[in-house]
């Protein structure tokens, strides 16, 4: 089945330290892949997507994923954290042939001042 | 502009109850989608509308879940009989077109208890 895996439940990083979320997915062909940010009582926002016009994306408030084919990886990174990081992060994977969107199980990032 | 809204924010009810949960998708969108994230999950796929075209409804978990689009605007969630599993945040999400790179911009939720 295709599906996509988040990697830590739970990720904390001091502020202005290295932010790293892991996310894979399960295909032999490339999906459409998005990360999205779910801020406390708040809906989801796109932070990002790769539709394969090139492997290194670029969102908003500083964060960037790269897609790695022979990883099947689309980790999201962010140089320096900062404290309005807090957020839960969710990766997301869409298929040719399906409307839907396949989401991970998100991944809760805590900043520590 | 305005995003998606959707109605109520939180809903409490009993045990069998029946409720509605109500989105509007952003003006011009012609695809609606339902999700379901419960406590400590990811989202869950529930239905896809698109203009016209017969819904996909192969998320809904059992036949007490239905929804409705009237055209391309209000969309209407109902749970039948609910039970406690049910209990749950339900996002609406829209998009302007259908296609894979087109971005689902998500609502608020409707925060829903089963006592």
């Known amino acids: 089945a295709q599906s996509v895996t988040q990697l830590g439940s739970h990720v904390s990083v001091s502020e202005g330290a290295l932010v790293l979320l892991r996310c894979n997915y399960s295909?032999?062909?490339?999906?459409?892949l998005f990360w999205y940010v779910q801020y406390p009582n708040q809906g989801l926002q796109l932070l990002l997507k790769?539709?394969?016009?090139?492997?290194l994306v670029k969102g908003i408030n500083g964060f960037e994923a790269e897609f790695k084919k022979s990883e099947t990886s689309f980790h999201l990174t962010k140089p320096s954290a900062h404290m309005s990081d807090a957020a839960e992060y969710f990766c997301?994977?869409?298929?040719?042939?399906?409307?839907?969107?396949?989401f991970g199980t998100g991944t809760r990032l805590t900043i520590i001042p | 502009g305005a995003g998606v809204s959707q109605s109520p924010s939180n809903k409490v009810t009993e045990k069998g109850k029946d409720v509605e949960l109500r989105c509007d998708p952003i003006?011009?969108?012609?695809?609606l989608y339902w999700y379901r994230q419960r406590l400590g999950q990811g989202l869950e796929f529930l239905i896809y509308?698109?203009?016209?075209?017969?819904?996909?409804k192969s998320g809904l978990p059992s036949d007490r879940f239905s929804a409705e689009r009237t055209g391309e605007s209000v969309s209407t969630l109902t749970i039948q009989r609910t039970q406690q599993e049910d209990s749950a945040v339900y996002l609406c999400?829209?998009?302007?077109?259908?296609?894979?790179?087109?971005?689902?911009?998500f609502g608020p939720g409707t925060r829903l208890l089963v006592l």
């Open positions: 999400a829209s998009s302007s077109q259908r296609g894979l790179q087109e971005t689902q911009y």
């Open positions: 295909s032999s062909v490339p999906p459409y």
């Open positions: 790769y539709t394969s016009a090139a492997t």
């Open positions: 997301a994977v869409r298929y040719f042939g399906n409307e839907k969107l396949t």
């Open positions: 003006s011009g969108h012609t695809a």
């Open positions: 509308f698109q203009g016209n075209s017969a819904p996909d």
